[in-house]
C-alpha cells in the first residue's frame, strides 16, 4: 500500500486559470471534452512534467496547444497521465482532452454515475479523477464552464455549477445547457446531475438585498415531502448571514436529492447533491430526529460555501479545517432551529459512541492525520465531530466576540484560496492576542485524554482542593461547579483552564464539603475519572443546575451497576428517577434523557471486562426493573404527554415525544400485558411516524406476536416508500430476538433490499453490525455474514465496504472465543480484499 505523508506536501509545479467541460452523455458511454487553460506555478523554477490523476478512463485524444500529442509525449497508466517535461516549454498552455467513461459501470458512486434513473457525481474527495484527466487535488482552484447534451426525454434537465448561461434543443432529440461558475474551486466541488426531476422553487433576499432563485429538484413522485427542507435552506441563509455575516455569491442556489449516495451530502459549488433521507420529509414518512436531521444537514452543506468552497483546504490533511468548524456552525445552527435544550447532550451521545470508541481503537487517528493509504478512510467521526469540539473550546475559551472577529478575519484574508488549520490558528491568536501554541495539540495528539480528579476537603480550614491530572499535557478547560449536600450551588461555574499535567485548585470559605459538578456543558471532549459514590451522583442526577452533569451523572451510575455486576437494582436509584420524572420543572426532552439507558457501544467502551451474555441481561433486568417499579407513574407521564391534534414539528411537541417514547419502551416491558395494548394502540392510532416507529421500537425486542403483526402493517403500509423500508431493515436488524442472523439473510434477498444502495447496507448491515445479542453471537454467525458482505462490497463499492468494516475494531475487548473468530474473519477478509480502502483499515485492526 502506498503511503502519503503530510511532511511530503509540496505545490503544484502547474496551475489553471479555468477549465471548459462538454458532456455528451449516455448511460453506458459517455463522452467527456475538456480544455484546460494551465500555467507554471512561479514559486517552481525547474520545469517539470505535468501528471494528471485519471481513473477508469479510455483515453480518446490529448492536444496541446491545438497540436495532437503522439504516444511518445507522454506515459500512461490506471492511476496517471504524465505529459512530458520537454513538451511543456511555455509558461501557459491549453490541454485538449476527450476521454470515455461508463456510469452504468461505475457502481463506486464516486465520478459520474447512475442513481436510479439519474445520473450524478460525487467527487470529493478523489472522484473528479474518474470524470476525465486532471490535477484531482484541492489546492488547485480553476473557473469552470460546463456544456452537457443528452438525449431530452431520458434527461430533461441537466445541471452543474454557477449560473446557467445557455440552454437549446438540438437533433435527433437530444438537448443542451451551459453553466458557467464565476468562483474558482478545485475538482472536488464539481457536480453535474441529469434526469428526470421535479422541482419546488422559491427565493430568497440576501442582507444587500440580492434576490437570489432557490431550486430543490427530488424524483418524480417526491415533492409533496420538500418542503422542510426548503424551509431549512432559508432559515441556514439567513442565519449564516446573522451569525457570521456570510452571503451567498451566486444567482442560483440549486439542492438535488438522489436515492443512491455514499455520503450524506456534497456542498458542490451552487449545486449541492444530497442523499435523499436528508431532504424527504413529511409528518407521514419522517421522525421528529429526520426533521432534525434534515435542518442540521441542510445547514451544513450551506454554511460550507464559505468554510469549504470560498476557502478550500490546501490538502486533505486539512479536511478538518473545513468539516470541524463546518460541524461547528452546523451544530449552532440546529440548536438555534430546533430550540432543543437537549442538544448539546445528544451531541455528547453521539460523539462518545462513535468517536470516543474510534480514539479507543485501533483506527483511533489525530484531527490532523499525519499520513493516510486513502484519504476516503479519513471522513470520520474524529475529523468531524472531535474537529468540531475543539472549535467548540476555541469559541468558549475566546468568548464569541473575539472568535466571531478571528472567524471574519480567517474568511476575508484567504478568500479564494486554499489553506491550512495553522492559517486558521493564527487568525484566531491575530484577534485575541492569546498563545495558542498549547491548543494546537488537539490537533496532532491521537486519543481522548483522560482528566483525573481527586478531592480533600479540610473542615477545620474550611478548603475545598480538587487535583487534576491528565495523561496528556493539553490545554484542557474544564468548567465546574460545586454543590452541597442538599444539591444547592454554592459557587456559580467556574472555567478551570489545565495546561500541565497536574493542576491543583482550591476553594475557600467551604463550609461544609460538597459534592463536585464536573465538565459542565461538556466544555471539553475528555473522560473524567472521579471518585464519586452512589449517593453523590444521585444527587448530582437529582439536583445538579447543569442539565449535561444531572445526565452524565445518571450513565455513569447505571456504568457502575454493570463494573458491579449487581442482580438487583437499587431501590434508591429508582426512587430518584421516579422523582425526575415527575419534575414538571425539569425539559420533557431532558427528563427522556435522563431515564433513558447507556447505548450498547458506550456501555461495552465503558464496562471493564466486557461479558456480554451477562451485559444484555443486566441491561434487561435495568429495563424491567424500572418498568414494574415504576409503572403507575411511567403510564401517567405517558398519558399527560398525548398531544392531540395535527402532527407539528416544534421544540414543544418534540420534546413530549421523546418523554412519551421513553415511557412507552420501559411500559411495553411490564409483567403482564399491558404494555403490549399501549404499544399496539399507539402504533394503530399514530398519525405520524415519530409515534407509529415508537411503538415498534418499544416492542422490538420482545417475542410476541403482536411484534410480528406490527412489523407486517407497517411494511405493507409504507412498503413503496425506500426511506421507510429502510426503517424497517433497521428494525429487523436491531432486535435482540433469535434468528436475527437468518432473517437479515432473508431480507438481503428480499425486493426491497439492494446491496448497490449505500442507504440499504447501513439500515440493514449496518444496524445489524450494531446488534450487541445477535452481531456477537457465540456461534460466530455474525461475524461470518459481515466478512462476505465487506468482501462483495469490497469489489463493487469500496468506501462503503470499508466502512461496514469498522465495527471489527473493538475486537480485542471480547472474550477468547469471540476474539478467534473475528481475528479469523478479518485475515480472510485481508487476503481476498482489492481495494485500498479495505486493506487499510484491515492492517489497522489486525495492528
Request: net charge negative; glycine share 4%; hydrophobic share 40%.
Amino acid at each position: 500500500m502506498q503511503i502519503t505523508y503530510l511532511k511530503d506536501y509540496c505545490e503544484s509545479a502547474y496551475l489553471i486559470d479555468s477549465v471548459e467541460l462538454d458532456f455528451n452523455l449516455d448511460l453506458t458511454t459517455t463522452v467527456v471534452s475538456s480544455k484546460i487553460y494551465f500555467y507554471r506555478n512561479k514559486n517552481i523554477k525547474q520545469t517539470a512534467a505535468l501528471k494528471l490523476s485519471g481513473k477508469n478512463l479510455t483515453l480518446q485524444k490529448i492536444l496541446l496547444d491545438g497540436v495532437e500529442l503522439s504516444n511518445t509525449d507522454y506515459n500512461i497508466d490506471s492511476e496517471y497521465l504524465v505529459i512530458k517535461a520537454d513538451k511543456l516549454a511555455n509558461k501557459s498552455f491549453v490541454l485538449e482532452i476527450t476521454n470515455t467513461i461508463s456510469p452504468d459501470a461505475n457502481t463506486s458512486l464516486s465520478g459520474l454515475f447512475r442513481s436510479n434513473a439519474l445520473l450524478c457525481t460525487q467527487c470529493e474527495a478523489e472522484g473528479f479523477r474518474a470524470i476525465t484527466y486532471y490535477l484531482d487535488r484541492p489546492d488547485v482552484l480553476a473557473k469552470f464552464t460546463t456544456r452537457i447534451t443528452a438525449d431530452l426525454q431520458q434527461y430533461p434537465k441537466l445541471l452543474s455549477n454557477g449560473n446557467l448561461i445557455e440552454q437549446g434543443e438540438l437533433a435527433a432529440g437530444r438537448h443542451f445547457t451551459v453553466w458557467q461558475d464565476p468562483f474558482p474551486k478545485p475538482g472536488y466541488l464539481f457536480a453535474l446531475v441529469a434526469g428526470n426531476l421535479e422541482v419546488l422553487e422559491d427565493n430568497f433576499i440576501t442582507s444587500s438585498k440580492r434576490d437570489v432563485a432557490l431550486k430543490l429538484y427530488v424524483e418524480p413522485g417526491n415533492l409533496p415531502k420538500t418542503a422542510h427542507a426548503m424551509a431549512a435552506l432559508k432559515k441556514s441563509m439567513a442565519w449564516d448571514e446573522a451569525t457570521y455575516g456570510r452571503e451567498y455569491d451566486l444567482d442560483l442556489y440549486m439542492i438535488v436529492a438522489v436515492r443512491d449516495f455514499n455520503m450524506g451530502a456534497m456542498e458542490n459549488k451552487g449545486l449541492n447533491i444530497f442523499n435523499d433521507k436528508y431532504v424527504l420529509a413529511s409528518a407521514r414518512t419522517a421522525t421528529d430526529l429526520d426533521y432534525n436531521l434534515i435542518d442540521a444537514v441542510i445547514g451544513h452543506e450551506y454554511f460550507h460555501n464559505w468554510s469549504g468552497n470560498r476557502v478550500t483546504c490546501r490538502d486533505w490533511f486539512q479536511l478538518s479545517l473545513k468539516e470541524g468548524f463546518t460541524v461547528f456552525r452546523e451544530h449552532q445552527f440546529a440548536e438555534f432551529v430546533s430550540q432543543s435544550q437537549t442538544a448539546l447532550i445528544e451531541n455528547v451521545i453521539d460523539l462518545r459512541n462513535r468517536q470516543f470508541a474510534e480514539d479507543a481503537g485501533p483506527l483511533a487517528h489525530a484531527v490532523q492525520p499525519k499520513s493516510y493509504v486513502t484519504i476516503n478512510n479519513f471522513y470520520t467521526s474524529t475529523i468531524y465531530e472531535k474537529g468540531a469540539e475543539v472549535i467548540r473550546m476555541l469559541a468558549g475559551m475566546l468568548g464569541w466576540p473575539a472568535f466571531r472577529k478571528g472567524c471574519d478575519l480567517y474568511f476575508d484574508k484567504y478568500d479564494g484560496m486554499a489553506v491550512t488549520i495553522e492559517d486558521f490558528v493564527q487568525c484566531m491568536e491575530q484577534v485575541s492576542k492569546q498563545d495558542l501554541s498549547q491548543f494546537r495539540l488537539w490537533y496532532s495528539e491521537i486519543g481522548t485524554p483522560h482528566v483525573v480528579v481527586q478531592r480533600n476537603y479540610d473542615a477545620e480550614n474550611k478548603k475545598y482542593t480538587l487535583e487534576f491530572t491528565s495523561n496528556k499535557k493539553m490545554h484542557i478547560p474544564i468548567a465546574l461547579g460545586l454543590l452541597d449536600q442538599s444539591g444547592a450551588d454554592l459557587i456559580a461555574t467556574r472555567i478551570i483552564e489545565l495546561r500541565d499535567r497536574a493542576t491543583t485548585v482550591v476553594f475557600d470559605n467551604i463550609a461544609q464539603e460538597p459534592v463536585p459538578s464536573l465538565l459542565r456543558d461538556f466544555s471539553a471532549p475528555v473522560i473524567i475519572k472521579h471518585n464519586l459514590n452512589s449517593r453523590e451522583l444521585l444527587l448530582l442526577l437529582q439536583h445538579d443546575s447543569n442539565d449535561f452533569v444531572s445526565w452524565d451523572a445518571a450513565q455513569q451510575y447505571i456504568i457502575n451497576l454493570f463494573n458491579n455486576a449487581v442482580t438487583e437494582i437499587p431501590d434508591a436509584f429508582i426512587k430518584v428517577l421516579s422523582i425526575v420524572l415527575q419534575d414538571n420543572t425539569r425539559d420533557y426532552g431532558l427528563r427522556a434523557l435522563l431515564i433513558s439507558l447507556p447505548s450498547n457501544n458506550y456501555l461495552l467502551e465503558n464496562i471493564n471486562n466486557v461479558d456480554i451474555d451477562a451485559l444484555i441481561q443486566l441491561k434487561t433486568l435495568l429495563r424491567s426493573t424500572i418498568a414494574n417499579k415504576l409503572q403507575k407513574i411511567l403510564l401517567q407521564v405517558y398519558n399527560d404527554n398525548i398531544i392531540t391534534g395535527d402532527y407539528q414539528y416544534n421544540a414543544n411537541d418534540v420534546a413530549q415525544r421523546k418523554l412519551k417514547s421513553a415511557c412507552l419502551y420501559y411500559l411495553a416491558a411490564v409483567d403482564g400485558s399491558i404494555g403490549i395494548k399501549l404499544v399496539q394502540k399507539q402504533f394503530n392510532n399514530a398519525n405520524n411516524m415519530t409515534d407509529k416507529l415508537a411503538a415498534l421500537a418499544a416492542i422490538n425486542d420482545i417475542d410476541c406476536v403482536a411484534r410480528e403483526q406490527l412489523l407486517s402493517a407497517f411494511y405493507q403500509e409504507f412498503k413503496d416508500d425506500p426511506l421507510v423500508v429502510a426503517k424497517w431493515h433497521r428494525l429487523h436488524a436491531a432486535t435482540s430476538l433469535p434468528n436475527t442472523h437468518g432473517k437479515i439473510t432473508e431480507l438481503m434477498q428480499h425486493d426491497s433490499f439492494s446491496i448497490n444502495n449505500p442507504n440499504n447496507v447501513y439500515a440493514l448491515l449496518g444496524s445489524f453490525s450494531n446488534n450487541l445479542v445477535n452481531f456477537h453471537h457465540s456461534d460466530g454467525s455474525g461475524y461470518n455474514l459481515l466478512q462476505d458482505v465487506v468482501l462483495q462490497l469490497d469489489k463493487s463499492n469500496p468506501q462503503v465496504a470499508s466502512r461496514m468494516l469498522e465495527c471489527f475494531s473493538n475486537w480485542r475487548k471480547f472474550d477468547s472465543a469471540r476474539q478467534t473468530e473475528i481475528r479469523s474473519c478479518v485475515s480472510t477478509i485481508n487476503q481476498q480484499a482489492q481495494s485500498q480502502d479495505v486493506l487499510e483499515i484491515v492492517a489497522k485492526i489486525l495492528g
